[in-house]
């Protein structure tokens, strides 16, 4: 008996330290593509800059560490070792500040300006440099592929990918045979508020939730604002995401340009107050692992449902 059990504890150990190595597997050889259909080799790398407190996030929990990182990933209350070097805002990070770090690999936003002009001055320093773009779930998926890939650790991916994946699809699922809501998307800053449409990363999330953005039946409301056309199409919820440091100034932004007009408080949204703000760190930021709560959230707020 003492030799069975001595035997079990063995090949217990055994699978464990199997599991380890699996876990720490190093990246294949080959490349990947990306954003901007860029191939850059696929290997490991160790001295990682991420210009974005969203990327950054995403890195960490690919398994990455991180060598730098831009100001909002500190500002955000991202959990960031001490000697994480800071290099500069997020839409103009600092060149100068990143190859200070001697970094291996920088992986920027390809919807930023800033960022794109970055990557020249990189590549002549001998730096590869890789820019994605993250605008719904399937982009955040095969971002984390890509990471992953990098440290080697397939099974985060599983964890902070295709677990999430699968609880999106679940919630998805239930809106099958539920009537479409109309709604107002909108995004307010300071000074400025504006209507988004189904190609936006919340309004993608809308769309997936079964709804009619009115934009897309009348994408005049991008570039013009028109109480006219809101009254007109009268959405059944309409949704608010703030951007900017201000909360404030965002709020005010909104109360000057709508709900200051007396036709406001005829809209079917109001009346039955189905006017939401929704949460910037789900809806503006990007959500990383927690994709499935904002989808969730959405769908107790459309369909009232647990």
């Known amino acids: 008996m003492k030799k069975i059990k001595r035997l079990l504890l063995l090949m217990s150990a055994l699978l464990l330290a199997l599991s380890g190595c699996a876990e720490q597997a190093a990246p294949q050889d080959g490349s990947f593509t990306d954003a901007l259909n860029r191939s850059i080799p696929l290997r490991e790398y160790s001295r990682v800059?991420?210009?974005?407190?969203?990327?950054a996030e995403l890195w960490q929990l690919a398994g990455g560490e991180l060598l730098g990182t831009t100001d909002d990933a500190f500002k955000n209350g991202?959990?960031?070792p001490a000697a994480t070097g800071n290099v500069g805002s997020l839409l103009s990070p600092s060149v100068e500040a990143?190859?200070?770090?001697?970094?291996?690999?920088?992986?920027?936003s390809a919807d930023i300006s800033g960022h794109t002009a970055l990557i020249e001055t990189l590549s002549s320093a001998d730096i590869a440099a890789a820019a994605f773009s993250v605008e719904s779930f399937d982009d955040y998926l095969s971002v984390l592929k890509i990471c992953t890939d990098?440290?080697?650790?397939g099974d985060l991916y599983a964890q902070n990918g295709l677990r999430i994946q699968e609880q999106i699809q679940g919630v998805i699922a239930k809106t099958k045979d539920k009537p479409a809501p109309k709604?107002?998307?909108l995004r307010a800053g300071?000074?400025?508020v504006s209507a988004r449409g189904s190609d936006t990363m919340a309004g993608i999330m809308?769309?997936?939730?079964?709804c009619a953005n009115i934009t897309d039946s009348d994408d005049t409301l991008l570039d013009n604002l028109s109480m006219e056309v809101i009254i007109e199409q009268d959405p059944d919820f309409i949704f608010t995401v703030t951007q900017g440091d201000s909360e404030e100034n965002a709020q005010k932004a909104l109360q000057d340009t709508l709900?200051?007009?007396?036709?406001?408080?005829n809209l079917s949204a109001v009346k039955n107050n189905r006017c939401i703000t929704l949460p910037k760190d789900l809806f503006h930021l990007k959500p990383n692992d927690r994709w499935a709560e904002a989808f969730q959230m959405l769908w107790d707020i459309l369909y009232g449902e647990a």
């Open 78 to 80: 991202l959990s960031i």
């Open 206 to 210: 809308l769309r997936n939730m079964g």
């Open 49 to 55: 800059v991420v210009a974005s407190g969203s990327f």
């Open 150 to 153: 990098i440290t080697g650790r």
């Open 98 to 108: 990143i190859i200070a770090l001697s970094p291996d690999l920088v992986l920027l």
């Open 190 to 192: 300071a000074g400025k």
């Open 183 to 185: 709604v107002l998307f």
């Open 259 to 265: 709900l200051s007009n007396p036709a406001w408080a």
